[in-house]
């Protein structure tokens, strides 16, 4: 059974796309079929985060125009093979998607054996943004540690609660993680950030994974190569660990915790 | 299939003339009197007729004439007691109703003008609606004629509105607005109070204007003379 997870956050800039290319390509990494859709339409930049903008012919939109078939639109990645992308459309307007189109979209994805199907959310909480959620089983809500960030997330919290189909039918709600990128300790002890347990008491809902600032992800974005594949780089491993626990595994969390100065360190600053 | 016509059961709110007096003349100058003062509101209005369960005979024929005249319509009668009694309202073209909140509390002692009064102005007792899932950011709940319970936090920019009083288990860091329609009595209690605005029966103070001794602690704020007074919830 195909899992529909909806990456989102009502905030913008807090790591949606770049983290839907990284657990999306984590998951083909584990050998599961995975695609990825880009609901920014009119905005697109999951293809640059992926590195495939050069092999854009069809999108979304086509797609749902039915001016082209799915199969001529889904981009299959270089790196993993099990991963393929579905880019949205860069001249169209948020207005082109529609439920009876997204959902016949998500239909032939299911049957194609999609085992994850993974939706990049626009930011707001306009119909983009409704449209991307409205299908999910699950959600990561991407958040980052700070107070607007924090409430823009408890909004669309509510609004996976009530306006989902999984609301408006009455069935198993839908199933919510919470994922906080740009963690920074050493911020957190200085109290310029709030911390994860502050994240956690506002939200109340269970913590998927905490990405901690890195200057990799912003290399690994403007390379076109997701940061789940920088094994170096802390980020790349949070991300590692985040696609585990998604997978069911338990792991401990990691870089939560600010680097202990040495003595020389505290004695002459640095 | 669904084009099929289908019956099924529902409940609602109906007015009800209490029939203390076996008049019908009377009750229907009564009612015309009623009508008056809002002819707009009980044009066509569905009425349902209560019998005080004694003996007496009622005139059905002119109550129902009476009633039609004043432009309502009479959907049943109930509190009838005998076979005989239920078989002159059905010979009058009127149907029989059973159950009805009011006939298991009767008053007969009660003159019908105090008794409707007394409706209008205080609803019936509810139990208070509660609310098991946090309460996020741009949602609102209203529990109208009834206290709200909250067992989860309420966020910030959320709000949480009852006629009655408000109880929140979890945080509160939202809006709590409680006696919305009026009702002094309220009171808001909460397990953590970091709310941005509390509110009873129009009194309100804004997050800045609550001491900063109570913040993040339990609390009852209720109002006396006026004005909102807090106090740290013992437990």
């Known amino acids: 059974m195909a899992r529909i997870i909806v990456v989102t956050s009502g905030k913008g800039g807090v790591g949606k796309t770049t983290s839907s290319a990284a657990i999306a390509s984590g998951l083909a990494l584990q050998g599961k079929k995975t695609a990825v859709i880009d609901f920014d339409i009119g905005l697109r930049n999951l293809d640059l985060i992926l590195g495939c903008e050069r092999r854009v012919v069809y999108d979304f939109v086509n797609v749902l125009n039915k001016e082209a078939t799915l199969k001529q639109a889904l981009i299959k990645d270089k790196r993993c093979e099990n991963l393929y992308i579905l880019p949205a459309s860069q001249t169209r307007d948020k207005d082109a998607l529609t439920f009876d189109g997204v959902e016949a979209v998500l239909t032939e994805l299911k049957e194609q054996g999609f085992e994850y199907i993974i939706c990049d959310s626009p930011a707001g909480i306009e119909h983009g943004a409704l449209m991307a959620l409205y299908f999910a089983d699950e959600a990561i809500v991407t958040t980052n540690p700070e107070v607007s960030s924090v409430r823009d997330s408890d909004r669309i919290l509510g609004i996976l609660d009530a306006k989902s189909r999984r609301a408006e039918q009455g069935l198993e709600p839908v199933r919510q993680h919470l994922l906080l990128t740009r963690y920074n300790p050493q911020r957190v002890v200085d109290g310029e950030m709030l911390s994860v347990e502050d994240v956690l008491e506002i939200l109340s809902i269970p913590l998927l994974g905490v990405i901690p600032e890195s200057s990799a992800v912003l290399n690994a974005s403007n390379k076109?190569?997701?940061?789940?594949?920088?094994?170096?780089?802390?980020?790349?491993?949070?991300?590692?660990?985040?696609?585990?626990?998604?997978?069911?595994?338990?792991?401990?969390?990691?870089?939560?915790q600010a680097e202990k100065k040495g003595f020389l360190k505290r004695l002459f600053g640095g | 299939?669904?084009?099929?016509?289908?019956?099924?059961?529902?409940?609602?709110?109906?007015?009800?003339?209490?029939?203390?007096?076996?008049?019908?003349?009377?009750?229907?100058?009564?009612?015309?009197?009623?009508?008056?003062?809002?002819?707009?509101?009980?044009?066509?209005?569905?009425?349902?007729?209560?019998?005080?369960?004694?003996?007496?005979?009622?005139?059905?024929?002119?109550?129902?004439?009476?009633?039609?005249?004043?432009?309502?319509?009479?959907?049943?009668?109930?509190?009838?007691?005998?076979?005989?009694?239920?078989?002159?309202?059905?010979?009058?073209?009127?149907?029989?109703?059973?159950?009805?909140?009011?006939?298991?509390?009767?008053?007969?002692?009660?003159?019908?003008?105090?008794?409707?009064?007394?409706?209008?102005?205080?609803?019936?007792?509810?139990?208070?609606?509660?609310?098991?899932?946090?309460?996020?950011?741009?949602?609102?709940?209203?529990?109208?004629?009834?206290?709200?319970?909250?067992l989860g936090a309420v966020s910030n920019g959320a709000e949480v509105i009852a006629d009655g009083s408000v109880q929140v288990y979890g945080a509160l860091r939202g809006r709590a607005i409680a006696g919305a329609q009026g009702d002094t009595e309220a009171h808001i209690i909460c397990h953590n109070l970091q709310a941005e605005l509390c509110s009873i029966a129009g009194s309100y103070w804004l997050s800045d204007q609550i001491e900063p001794d109570y913040w993040q602690q339990p609390a009852l704020i209720s109002r006396s003379q006026d004005a909102l007074q807090i106090e740290t919830l013992q437990i």
């Open chain 1, 224 to 256: 076109g190569v997701p940061v789940v594949f920088d094994s170096e780089a802390d980020a790349g491993l949070a991300y590692q660990d985040t696609i585990a626990r998604l997978l069911g595994e338990e792991r401990p969390l990691r870089f939560v």
């Open chain 2, 1 to 150: 299939m669904s084009s099929q016509p289908s019956l099924k059961g529902s409940s609602f709110t109906l007015s009800v003339l209490q029939l203390d007096n076996r008049d019908a003349e009377q009750a229907i100058e009564y009612l015309a009197a009623k009508i008056a003062q809002a002819p707009n509101f009980f044009r066509y209005a569905p009425l349902v007729v209560q019998l005080d369960g004694s003996e007496h005979q009622v005139d059905f024929e002119t109550l129902k004439r009476g009633i039609e005249a004043l432009d309502m319509r009479i959907v049943g009668v109930t509190g009838w007691q005998h076979e005989a009694l239920k078989a002159q309202i059905h010979g009058a073209g009127l149907a029989t109703m059973q159950g009805g909140a009011a006939t298991s509390q009767p008053t007969p002692s009660q003159a019908p003008s105090s008794h409707a009064n007394k409706d209008a102005q205080t609803p019936a007792r509810q139990s208070a609606m509660v609310v098991k899932t946090p309460v996020r950011s741009g949602q609102q709940i209203y529990a109208r004629d009834r206290d709200l319970i909250v």
